[in-house]
T-cell receptor, first 116, second 112 residues
Framework: DADVTQTPRNRITKTGKRIMLECSQT?????MYWYRQDPGLGLRLIYY???????NKGEISDGYSVSRQAQAKFSLSLESAIPNQTALYFC???????????????FGEGSRLTVL | SQQGEEDPQALSIQEGENATMNCSYK?????LQWYRQNSGRGLVHLIL???NEREKHSGRLRVTLDTSKKSSSLLITASRAADTASYFC????????????WGLGTSLAVNP
């Protein structure tokens, strides 16, 4: 089984719908992240969480919200999806050793979201 | 906006040849990391080089870091068709405003 699991892997939805992408991990890491990947724009950080009670906005948090339900679970929600949120979304984890944003990231396989 | 930059954007070589990819960054860093992404899949960490290191090896991978030029290179020796993927650098910015800055990637095609 994968260490970082994302569901769903693919989703097609319509403008205005609420969507939740889920991430669970078995690595025992405290730090979790949500990124989106767009061709030509690379990876951009949406939200991150360094423990269950810690939630932080990333570069592009507008239109998104997150919930850290447990150490192992971090979900991303689009309250009202719009077409420019069509992208490949990645959840990632890292351990708590060392300074923030300096450690190796472990990625899930991605969730491809299409908003029509 | 992304501040890391890789070049070339795309590289096509024959199996057995070496592949070199470069990454430049703009600010002081704690470390620089290289990741690999197979088409449509998650990114996989390859190697991390700290700011006080100049060269690091892992199997067929060799990474160099030149902090005076704010650049790094990834060399894959004796490439294989299975090395076909996109390669990304991520620089861990030092200082108070810590951040991981991603490049746009180099797409490598290794032809059998």
């Amino acid at each position: 089984d994968a260490d970082v699991t994302q569901t769903p892997r693919n989703r097609i939805t319509k403008t205005g719908k609420r969507i939740m992408l889920e991430c669970s991990q078995t690595k025992g890491h405290d730090r979790m992240y949500w990124y989106r990947q767009d061709p030509g724009l690379g990876l951009r950080l949406i939200y991150y969480s360094f423990d269950v009670k810690d939630i932080n906005k990333g570069e592009i948090s507008d239109g998104y919200s997150v919930s850290r339900q447990a150490q192992a679970k971090f979900s991303l929600s689009l309250e009202s999806a719009i077409p420019n949120q069509t992208a490949l979304y990645f959840c990632a984890t890292s351990d708590s050793v060392g300074r923030a944003f300096t450690g190796e990231l472990f990625f899930g396989e991605g969730s491809r979201l299409t908003v029509l | 906006s992304q501040q890391g930059e890789e070049d070339p954007q795309a590289l096509s070589i024959q199996e057995g040849e070496n592949a070199t990819m470069n990454c430049s960054y703009k600010t002081s860093i704690n470390n620089l990391q290289w990741y690999r992404q197979n088409s449509g899949r998650g990114l996989v960490h390859l190697i991390l080089i700290r700011s006080n290191e100049r060269e690091k090896h892992s199997g067929r991978l060799r990474v160099t870091l030149d902090t005076s030029k704010k650049s790094s290179s990834l060399l894959i020796t004796a490439s294989r068709a299975a090395d076909t993927a996109s390669y990304f650098c991520a620089s861990a910015r030092a200082g108070n405003n810590r951040k991981l800055i991603w490049g746009l990637g180099t797409s490598l095609a290794v032809n059998p």
